[in-house]
């Protein structure tokens, strides 16, 4: 950045060891969230708002979820949205059959269920790794959509698997207009993350990756597999979960199981990729451009008078290529070319 | 009894479709360690290609198909060249990743190309009961799917002949077996990529004309990859065989599982269960049934 942490002496462990070393950055961070908090709510339109920002910030947990396992813990899954899946219907169940049930206790419990199921098909991935974990975990994908179309209970006894999802309720104040809506998301998937943040910053995070970097050699030098792994597969299984249930509650009102496909899988993996593997700011810029990235080609593709078939053929196309793209350019994602951005900055206008 | 047969023949040459396509992921595999999401998408793109040059510009099926064969030639060279060219030396899961975005541009440009309906696909043989087992064993095994299963067998045979006695083939297995020393003895890498790229286009296109002719070139198609997945972790990565074999095993048990247990859970299982069937199978032998023991060192 333009700003250099020179004058900034540290002199306790502690002040060492936080989260965002330099005070600039601090700053910065603080005005980016009385932003997000204060000021999207007050100016922003209910489109925006509805219809880009909550699907962002879900789909922005969702992905962190998935980073956790795959970009920190080097376990490659194709079943985010099942996990999402699970996470939105135990919510909705726990609304649904517990009377008095708080809304934010439901959501925590419909992420504990998500990292339970999780933990069940996460055991393949102490025999397996790589390719044939992916394809296991597609296991989970078909299954879990599977079980929601076929076991009422799980519905509610709705037609087909389709319910609607409960009002939105804390304390007595419902969460109605999409400004309030977008401040529950805004607010837990903020804490979620800096939650996730200091997690890999801890001896939680660091054992993911060394497991990431070489399992045998992490066994070796005292990780037990086991719990690493599994522990892995149930936090990124819980921030899906709850991602789930925000999908869910505060977007789309109606869901059902197909909601929550391979398709949806692929989408979080892409977002990922194209936002950086192995980072959490690049979680959030993944989604972001996977989100807005249709808009735009929309907005062009109308701008052309392009006929709707063809342009969403060519989104496809443009999705594709972007990813191909977006690997042989930079592996590291959007995430990177920001750190190597910031170093440029850093250094201007003297680079040697 | 005899329903049970016909069950278990019908799911084994059902099987025999889910292995054809994935012979084409373990031809890639073995050669260049790239697993090909995009099998699936080549199995569409192809049957597509072939079937829209028919309906829309009236060539009869027999110039179709030699047409369609450079096109997918056309389209392994490409893909060496744009794709993996550049990504020489990444880790196999950006490699992957990267072919599930090419899935993707695949699905996206034959649909721009060729318009996004169903199309049928007429292919001279006829789906009808084999009159002899018929005859002597009452039992109903269509004609089309044994056809199906013998042309397969016939690529299988051609394609284990190129591996074992032609100058390509043992380059391939060269290839395959390390990249490094390959190129060290003077084995055209890059050559020798565009080769199994087109080979595995050519295996898409037979998958794309059988499974077409079977269910309608529809976008559904792109989903049979999804099943010779479950295929492939039984039979191991890089073995044609145990494609074969794993095909064989997902298809039987998964129409009899379908037969004999979906009534018990509401139907539908066929959906997970040869997922489910290769996950507890992986539990126990984590390489396949004819994969190569992964030995993992410091």
């Known amino acids: 950045m333009l700003y250099r942490e020179a004058g900034q002496f540290k002199t306790s462990y502690q002040s060492d060891n936080q989260i965002f070393p330099i005070r600039q950055d601090r700053i910065a961070l603080f005005a980016l969230l009385a932003a997000a908090f204060v000021g999207v709510p007050l100016f922003a339109s209910p489109y925006l708002l509805s219809a880009i920002l909550i699907p962002f910030l879900i789909f922005a947990l969702a992905a962190l979820g998935l980073n956790i396992l795959t970009g920190y813990c080097g376990q490659l899954s194709l079943g985010t949205a099942a996990f999402m899946a699970v996470g939105a219907y135990a919510a909705f169940n726990f609304v649904a059959r517990v009377p008095g049930m708080p809304l934010l206790v439901a959501f925590i419990l419909g992420g504990l269920c998500a990292a339970a199921v999780g933990m069940v098909f996460g055991l393949p991935s102490l025999r397996v790794r790589g390719f044939y974990l992916a394809a296991s975990t597609l296991a989970t994908q078909f299954f879990v959509v599977w079980c929601l179309t076929k076991i009422p209970y799980l519905t509610n006894f709705s037609s087909s698997g389709v319910v609607t999802v409960q009002k939105m309720q804390i304390l007595g104040y419902s969460f109605e207009t999409p400004n309030s809506k977008y401040v529950l998301v805004l607010a837990i998937v903020a804490g979620l993350a800096l939650l996730a943040k200091n997690m890999i910053r801890s001896n939680v995070g660091r054992s993911w990756m060394a497991v990431r970097d070489m399992d045998v050699a992490a066994e070796v030098i005292g990780f037990r597999p086991l719990r690493t792994k599994l522990l892995a597969f149930a936090v990124s299984s819980f921030y899906c979960g709850v991602a789930g249930a925000l999908y869910a509650f505060a977007y789309l009102g109606t869901v059902e199981p197909e909601a929550y496909n391979l398709d949806l899988s692929f989408r979080i993996l892409f977002m990922i990729i194209i936002g950086g593997v192995g980072s959490v700011l690049g979680s959030f810029l993944g989604a972001a451009f996977i989100v807005l990235l249709p808009v735009v080609l929309n907005i062009v593709g109308h701008g052309l008078g392009l006929p709707t078939s063809f342009a969403s053929n060519l989104e496809l196309m443009v999705f594709g290529a972007l990813i191909i793209f977006f690997l042989i350019v930079e592996p590291h994602g959007l995430a990177r070319l920001w750190q190597v951005g910031k170093e440029k900055l850093r250094l201007w206008p003297f680079p040697h | ?298």
């Open chain 2, 1 to 298: 009894m005899n329903f049970f047969f016909e069950v278990l023949i019908g799911g084994l040459l059902s099987g025999i479709m889910y292995a054809l396509v994935a012979i084409g992921f373990v031809l890639i595999y073995k050669a260049s360690g790239v697993f090909n999401f995009a099998q699936g998408a080549m199995v569409f793109f192809a049957a597509l290609t072939c079937v829209g040059m028919v309906d829309k510009w009236g060539v009869p099926m027999w110039v179709a198909i030699p047409l369609t064969i450079v096109v997918m030639v056309a389209l392994g060279l490409a893909i060496e060249k744009v794709v993996l060219r550049p990504l020489v030396n990444q880790p196999e899961i950006t490699l992957f990743m990267a072919t599930i975005g090419l899935a993707f541009f695949i699905e996206g440009l034959a649909q721009l190309l060729w318009g996004s309906q169903v199309h049928k696909l007429e292919l001279p043989i006829e789906d009808v009961p084999l009159p002899y087992l018929m005859e002597h064993f009452n039992i109903i095994v269509s004609q089309f799917d044994v056809t199906a299963a013998a042309i397969c067998a016939i690529l299988v045979t051609a394609l284990a002949l190129l591996f074992s006695k032609t100058k390509v083939g043992r380059a391939l297995r060269a290839v395959a077996d390390d990249h490094q020393a390959a190129l060290a003895v003077g084995i055209p890498l890059q050559r020798i990529w565009a080769i199994v790229w087109s080979v595995a286009g050519l295996v898409a296109l037979v998958a794309g004309l059988l499974w077409g002719a079977r269910n309608g070139v529809q976008f559904a198609l792109t989903f049979i990859a999804l099943k010779a997945l479950p295929v492939l972790i039984l039979g191991g990565f890089t073995s044609v065989p145990g494609a074969i074999m794993g095909g064989l095993i997902i298809g039987a048990s998964e129409k009899l599982a379908e037969v004999y247990l979906g009534p018990l859970v509401g139907g539908g299982i066929e959906g997970w269960f040869p997922y489910v069937l290769a996950l507890l199978f992986l539990l126990v032998r984590p390489e396949g049934l004819f994969g190569e023991k992964i030995i993992r060192r410091i």
